[in-house]
């Protein structure tokens, strides 16, 4: 008998600060559940962890913009996620969350097994301090330029414009982003993790016992790193929201997130399984592989498994299959300008369709590199493809078969070599589509199994049965039609659940079945047969503009603006110079359906001025109209035009915008004040 194959499957610990977008799923939810789906049909022992980070920075910023406790913003979100991850089908076998008192313990016993073991190195070090909120400054409480490339909101741990891994000492002009103000530096004691002393064996491990099997990105990314030189890296934080630090003289102090938020997945192993949760992270039998995207692979494959060897007593993650990031048409996505589609909203107007959207998102998976979504694909997607390939050829299989055969499975008495021949290639593939999913090309499985739906399609075009005289001989062809049917329902479950069991349903047959295990014929003859309905229906035009005008609508909603702003002061204020303009020219940027390029006569001088406001008006509906301009803003190139200003839009609650112009005419150039 086959040993029982045994893996824990774990997925990124989203932020309990927002909901979930199209982008998380694309990168680490989606391509998880897939191969989980598909370890489970092969009969594995399989447990799939998830949960939410309920610590860290970015919750204590997004609490205190929201003027709540953090238990109670951790609250909102977590339920948010959680249920969103549910009505997706996303099949985590446990979502946890790290507030809770398990995993607080967890985190802490961890600590103390390094400490003990005097892994860490302790210091006291100079740190930035905000004197008007009296604390100390964790990375990401800082703002500063980036002295790599500029940007001038780069944080104190990286630079999002550039990907630069930073200290807040390196940021020039930094300033504390809870007061606005510039920090001074004051002394603080932390605990270090020494990576510096695990870098032979990382060298070892990853780029030597991984190098034939990790991604090339990832390999990439950990190379990086490893020849650029590890320093120690604090794993602690001064900080009133977080695990404690368990020491008696580290009151305030709480366990860096990175540190405490892997050991989740420890947590929530122990949650789910406590009586035997040992077998998944101490056993060498055990497969651990993490599903991330590529901005946590650092902490999976260096920060992490240095904590686990550390330890001693976990194994060590044997993939980390992280994605590149799928932007959205055509731009970054951005949480803070709203430039995203939130799975909540999507299961909201769209809730008979989760199987097409994980097609698309699997069709479009940032796999070696960033990819994008488009609402024009996605529509291409579903209507060239599944409703004109796959569903297609279900319904013309089964509609064939119930017209000439009645609703069961007919005799295949007079089978021809070309019949032979298609059955053969059809059940090539899904050992074909297994092997693609065993090495993480999730795209190039999908690819395969829908190779099956094109092979059935070409045979029912060359075979004609609704032209055929001879009874058996029909009978022959609908019952080859119907194997592949069968193999579709195998085939298409990993990547569309609810698909398959609807292919399932239709053919009254629920027999377990790994892809691996597929020889035709599946489906016995005299089989009785449900009544064929249609799998899939087209995605027109008017809901595609429905869904762009949403999401061109909703960016920068200033409801969420209001929130996230810092106090200013009259100072700051008067640093703005705002002046009235007439537009006398304007068109489209190339490329870019958001932007207008707009002259604007400011009286004694014209400027350019990239708008993005092109969404809801013409050219020449903007054209003779007045405007406000923020005139003394820095020039900033858009799109390889230098754009001399900024035009000022009011939003409303619907996401309209209404051009900020004078009540009456006045001479261009007017200052306003």
Known sequence: MKKQKRYLVTAALPYANGGIHLGHLAGAYLPADIYVRYRRQCGDDVLFICGSDEH??????????????????????????????ADFGISFDIYSRTSLPLHHQTAQDFFLNLYNKKIFIEETTQQYYDEQEQLFLADRYLQGTCPRCGFEKAYGDQCEQCGSSLSPRDLIRPISILSGKPPVVRETRHWYLPLQRFEAWLHQWILQEHAADWKPNVLGQCKSWLDSGLQPRAMTRDLDWGVPVPLEDAAGKVLYVWFDAPIGYISATKQLRPNDWELYWKDADTQLIHFIGKDNIVFHCIIFPVLLKAHGDFILPAQVPANEFLNLEGEKLSTSRNWAIWLHEYLHDLPDRKDELRYVLTALMPESSDSDFTWKEYQARINNELVAVLGNYVNRALVLCKKYCGLQVPAANVLTESDLKTLREVQALPMQMAAHIEKFRFRDALNTMMEIARVGN??????????????????????????????????????????????????????????????????????RLNEPFLLFRQFEDEEVERQRKKLYARQNNPASAVKTMPTCSYEDFEKLQLRVGTVIAAQRVPKAEKLLCLTV??????RTVVAGIAHQFEPDQVVGRQVCVVANLAPRTIRGIESQGMILTAEGPDGQLSLVQPGEPVPPGAFIR
């Not at 001879?470 to 990993?494: F, K, M, S």
């Not at 006569?601 to 014209?606: F, I, N």
């Open 601 to 606: 006569d400011l009286g004694s001088e014209k």
């Open 458 to 527: 070409r045979y029912l075009a060359e075979t004609e049965p609704w032209k055929e005289d001879d009874p058996q001989r029909v009978a022959a062809i609908l019952n080859t039609a119907l194997q592949i049917v069968g193999c579709l329902a195998v085939t298409a479950e990993p990547f569309l659940p609810e698909t398959a069991a609807r292919i399932r349903s239709m053919l009254n047959w629920h027999q377990p079945c790994s892809p691996q295990q597929v020889k035709l014929p599946l489906l016995p003859e005299a089989h």
């Open 56 to 85: 860290g920075v970015p919750i204590t910023l997004g609490a205190r913009k929201e003027g709540i406790p953090p238990q109670q913003f951790v609250d909102k979100y977590h339920e948010l996620m959680k249920k969103s991850f």
